[in-house]
Each structure stands twice: as C-alpha cells, then as structure tokens.
C-alpha cells in the first residue's frame, strides 16, 4: 500500500506538473530504542487501559548474559520493547505514531493538486517524508529531531537518503538545455565524436577482407563499444555527443545533469546524501526511481526466474513434484509481490513468461524444444494447463486494487481518482463498460493505468469482473 500511494502520488504531480521531494529516514536499531518512560506517557495519552500493568512487567524484567561458564549480573533495561512477544508489534507501532501525529500537526504536505494531502508513509520502522519544497522537508526533519532527542530514537543520517523530480515545464525546459548542449557537442566535437564509429567501420572492413581475422574483428567489436557509454545514473547506453565529456567515462549524461535534484535537506545540521531523481531507488523491497522508471526491479525479477531455470537445470536428481512445488513457491509469488504496482512492458512481460514456461520444462525435466502449447492447453485436451505469468498478475492485480479501496489513508482516494481518470480518458460510465473498451488497448497502452490495466487483463483471459469499488457502505 505504501508504494502504491506513493506510485499514484507521482503520477498525479506529472500530470500537474508538481515538485515531489521525497526523504527516507533510517532508524539505528528502532526496536531496541524506544525509551519505556515515553512509551508509557504515549500509551497513557492515547488513553490505553492497563499502562501500570505493562510499566510493572517491563520495570521487573531483566536478563543475564552468559560467556562460557561465566555468568553476569542482573541487567535491567530502560529502552526498547519485549521482541517476541505478541504485543511487541503493537507496542512499537503506538509509539511511532505520536510521532506521525506530530509531522501530522505541522500543516506541512506534499502539496499536489487534486489528491489527499499528507506528507509521510510508514511502515515498521522505515518512514518516508513528502513534501514539495526543500525548506518544508528541513521543518519536518526538525520535528523529527526534536522527538528523537526526547524518545531515544536515533535516525542513521549515514543511510537516509533524499531524492526527488520536479515534472512539467521545469523538465520541459531542461530537457531542451540538455538536447542543445547535445547538439552544441556534436557540433563543435564532431570528429572526436564520430572517430570510435569510423574506426569500427575501418576494422570491420579490414576484417572481411582479410578472411576474417580475429584479432581485427575484436578490435572492431571494442571499437563499436566505445560508439554508446552507459549512463551511470539513468543506465541508458547514449551516444558520445549525450555527454559533457569524453574524458570522464562515468560522468552523467547530459540528461541526468541537468535534471533538477533537491538541494540544502539537513538533520540537525548536517546535509543529508541526496540521490538523482532518475537513480532507482530500493524502497520496502520494490526497486523504482522518481520518474516511475522500475527498470531494476523487473531485472530482479528476471534475474530470479534465470536463477531458477539455472537450479532446476542442475538438479536433475530432484523429482518432478518437488520441481513443480518450488516453481510455485517462488515464481508466482515473486512476480505477485511487485506486478501489481510497476509498469511491465509487453516485449519484456513475453520474456517473462517465455522463461517462465523454460522452467516448467526444466521441472518436468523436458527439452528446452518442447513445445510450449503441452502447457498452456486445457488438462481435458491433453495438455499441463499451468496457470502463465498472465493470469498470475491479473489475479494480483486485482487482489491488490481491491485492499488499496479498503485503506481509507489517502490510498483509497487515490485509488477513486486514478478509477475515474481511466472512465473519463476512455468516456466510460462503470467498471463493465471500461472492460469492454479495455478490449481494444494494447498492452503498453493499458499499463498506463491501474484500473484500465486490470480490465485489459481480465478481457485477454476473457473473463468479467463485476465490482462496484467505491461503494460507501465498504467503509463503516
């Protein structure tokens, strides 16, 4: 939920052309921090019954440390609550929400137009800062502070990290600076630019009429290389005249340097690492970056689905039940987890599904040539009837719409105004008539949308969802 608020929050801010600023704070060891003697007061204010109870458990705790033979003293601790125990949990959480109520207090949000207002997300002990300007962030973190020097919880200023992205005529703008001093480069550097395609030619050729020798073909193969460099920041390979200088090999493209970047984000003085916008960021387990770009997490995910092609490959010893039963503990859940929430292209969907079927063959301990209709047919036609990678996140995704419209904590608003969009960009009147004009999207046409995403699918296996998401009576 907490992606998935965030993911329709951007959405939103390029649409009206916004500035999100986003800060991920670290907490050093939250659990084992949290001072009982704020505990209680939080407790006591938030009117839970039984505070004495828990103050006289937690006030005649104690442990003992053993080294070998050797036994301590009695230690008693001031700080942190009983992991392990059912209420440990609930404790924590009770006491990481006062201090949202106080960033709630501040009046401070993210500032986008036409969603709920809000300025932070939760979850455990990782917490995540909103806002749309760099002096609304550092008021924030000063309410952070100040909570920290009274609770006993610590922020790692060494792993929190701010990043964020202006969109609309801020990007517009740059991105024209960034394409004339792409073409002021290749102007003004035309033939240090051109020399690595000319001199690839050159060996190419040499190679072809010299028999094709090897040690030519290689030279011109290196010299190709040196035609794109990768971006070290947005990872796309670009030609040499996208960047600012052929003598630093890992500078940014011109792109990503003049991108905009938030700038002066302290905590209690000292200025926090701030990331690119464009650089893909790890965020409760789903690696996207500002711009909505989730290039590494679908590597991840492919990358685990090779893994798994590669471990089946190798133990041929493992039986065919076993095979099947791991396929179904890993793969489904792996492309469940995070296909709901990021944008899966149609080309790299089909891999997906390609090598999801290569490892069904490797379970059964099959030829890799073996037709792929043996799995997707009906069981009373002969064939395995597997369920494919299609209905795996068509069942996710509608699973998943469906808890974000249960969540009245802004995502179940966000959830209502992304539905509506997807009625009034397509001129629909409910879910029925979107699944019907869902029918004529593509892929990457649909993907755009939540909602309009879910219908598509739902008409590719050719089924109908009847659903009312936004009924009143959900909510009591």
């Not at 869902?438 to 755009?448: K, R, V, Y």
């Amino acid at each position: 939920m907490v992606v998935q608020r965030a993911h329709w929050v951007q959405q939103q801010a390029m649409k009206e052309s916004g500035t999100v600023i986003r800060i991920d704070l670290d907490f050093k060891n939250a659990f084992n921090s949290a001072g009982h003697s704020c505990l209680w007061a939080i407790l006591r204010g938030l009117g839970v019954p039984d505070v004495d109870f828990l103050e006289e458990l937690y006030s005649k705790s104690w442990m003992k440390i053993t080294v070998g033979t050797e036994c301590s003293a009695p230690i008693q601790l001031d700080t942190g609550t009983v992991q392990g125990s059912v209420l440990f949990p609930l404790l924590f959480d009770l006491f990481l929400n006062a201090l949202l109520r106080l960033l709630d207090a501040t009046g401070i949000t993210h500032g986008i137009k036409r969603t709920p207002q809000w300025n932070h997300a939760a979850f455990a002990d990782d917490l995540s800062i909103y806002v749309s300007t760099v002096r609304d962030g550092n008021k924030l973190l000063d309410v952070i502070h100040e909570f920290e020097s009274w609770s006993g919880l610590r922020i790692s200023i060494s792993k929190s990290v701010a990043t964020g992205a202006m969109y609309g005529t801020g990007t517009t703008r740059r991105l024209e600076g960034a394409k004339a001093d792409a073409a002021k480069r290749k102007r003004d550097a035309g033939p240090d630019i051109l020399n690595p395609q000319i001199r690839a030619l050159e060996a190419m050729y040499e190679a072809l009429e010299t028999d094709h020798n090897v040690n030519h073909f290689t030279k011109g193969q290196e010299a190709l290389a040196l035609m794109h460099r990768q971006c070290p920041i947005c990872n796309k390979k670009k030609g040499n005249c996208h960047f600012p200088t052929q003598l630093h090999l890992n500078s940014p493209c011109l792109d990503c340097k003049h991108a905009w970047k938030p700038a002066g984000i302290k905590f209690n003085g000292t200025a926090l690492k701030v990331t690119h916008g464009k650089t893909t960021i790890r965020l409760l387990g789903i690696r996207y970056n500002m711009w909505l770009d989730s290039t590494a997490q679908r590597t991840y995910v492919m990358d685990g689905i090779t893994e798994m092609a590669c471990v089946l490959r190798n133990n041929r010893d493992l039986s065919i039940r076993n095979g099947l039963r791991l396929i179904d503990c890993t793969l489904g859940p792996l492309l469940a987890f995070s296909g709901p929430v990021i944008i899966w292209p149609e080309k790299g969907f089909k891999k997906f599904s390609a090598a999801f079927v290569r490892c069904n063959k490797e379970a059964w301990q099959m030829s890799p040539n073996t037709s792929t209709v043996l799995f997707t047919f009906p069981t009373e036609l002969g064939g395995l009837q597997i369920k494919m990678p299609r209905a795996i996140i068509c069942s996710a995704t509608w699973g998943h719409l469906t808890r974000c419209c249960q969540f009245d904590d802004g995502t179940r608003q966000l959830a209502e105004i992304t539905y509506k969009d997807a009625l009034e960009q397509h001129g629909c009147l409910d879910m029925e008539d979107l699944q019907f004009e869902a029918e004529f999207l593509t892929w990457d046409q649909a993907s755009q949308n939540s909602f309009t995403f879910a219908c598509h699918l739902t008409s590719t296996i050719e089924i109908r969802v009847s659903w009312d998401p936004f009924n009143p009576d959900w909510i009591a």
